[in-house]
């Protein structure tokens, strides 16, 4: 099994900037693939950003050029970096871990809130 666990979250105006945290611990193997989810005030979760165990980074256009994900495999981390932050980025946001060959398991964190206002 695997643990992931969000942390960074907390009250931004906006313009500004949070650096988002997810660790991730217990079972977790090499050649996994991490992203970052968001679901604002009563709307679906959505897709943000993606990484590659190798690095290999993709983006919802909503934030391209705004966030930036990162990830350390030696301490099993998933980073986002959130820049020029906007009412509408407010939400829950939860980090995914995807791993397995033949069958794929994911794993999802209980969120971090971000609440961008003025």
């Known amino acids: 099994h695997v643990q992931l666990v969000e942390s960074g979250g907390g009250l931004v105006q906006p313009g500004g900037s949070l650096r988002l945290s997810c660790a991730a611990s217990?079972?977790?193997?090499?050649?996994?693939?991490m992203g970052w989810y968001h679901q604002g005030p009563g709307k679906q979760r959505e897709y943000l950003a993606g990484?590659?165990?190798?690095?290999?980074?993709n983006y919802a256009d909503s934030v391209k050029g705004r966030f930036t994900i990162s990830r350390d495999n030696t301490k099993n981390m998933l980073y986002l970096q959130m820049n020029d932050l906007k009412q509408e980025d407010t939400g829950v946001y939860y980090c995914?871990?995807?791993?397995?060959?033949?069958?794929?398991?994911?794993?999802w964190g209980q969120g971090t809130q971000v609440n961008v206002s003025s």
């Open positions: 995914k871990l995807e791993q397995g060959t033949s069958l794929r398991y994911e794993y």
């Open positions: 990484i590659q165990y190798n690095g290999r980074a």
């Open positions: 217990g079972s977790v193997f090499s050649g996994n693939t």
